[in-house]
């Protein structure tokens, strides 16, 4: 397994690669996740639109959200999306591709955790044992 750390301004520049070169699946739960479709060129933007373009090549993506607007843009696009009806906060950040790979950290998907806040993150390139976190993605996704 390799790791990699990933601060600020960095997180899309290092995930989006990843999502360009997945080919079976992609489970996200993130907390804040925003569209800027008034700005193409941000780079939320660039990161949300490799998640369009992964649904459109038959990547098959469940994204756990906390935004209405943004559910109702990714089951437009093919994700399979949900919100969930919990007293509790979804506060996690995750995302699991192809049940190889696992992006975890304190990064939302806004302009503003890409760009000006003090994040950090870490990548995880071909985990072994994945089952932690599909388990903890699954039961969420099951609620």
């Known amino acids: ?40 060129g941000a780079s939320c933007q660039l990161f949300n639109q490799s998640i369009v373009r992964a649904a459109t090549r038959g990547v098959s993506i469940r994204a756990i ?8 843009i990714l089951k437009s696009v093919g994700v399979s999306s949900k919100k969930l009806l919990t007293s509790r906060l979804v506060h996690s950040k995750l995302m699991i591709i192809d049940n190889s790979i696992v992006i975890t950290g304190s990064h939302n998907y806004t302009q503003a955790a890409f760009s000006m806040n003090l994040e950090l993150s870490v990548i995880l390139d071909d985990v072994v044992d994945v089952s932690p976190f599909l388990s903890f993605f699954n039961n969420l996704w099951l609620q």
């Open 65 to 72: 959200v906390n935004n209405d607007q943004v559910l109702n």
């Open 1 to 40: 397994m390799n790791l990699f750390v990933v601060s600020g301004s960095q997180f899309p520049k290092s995930v989006v690669p990843y999502i360009e070169k997945a080919k079976n699946t992609i489970d996200i739960v993130v907390f804040d996740w925003r569209w800027y479709p008034q700005d193409p």
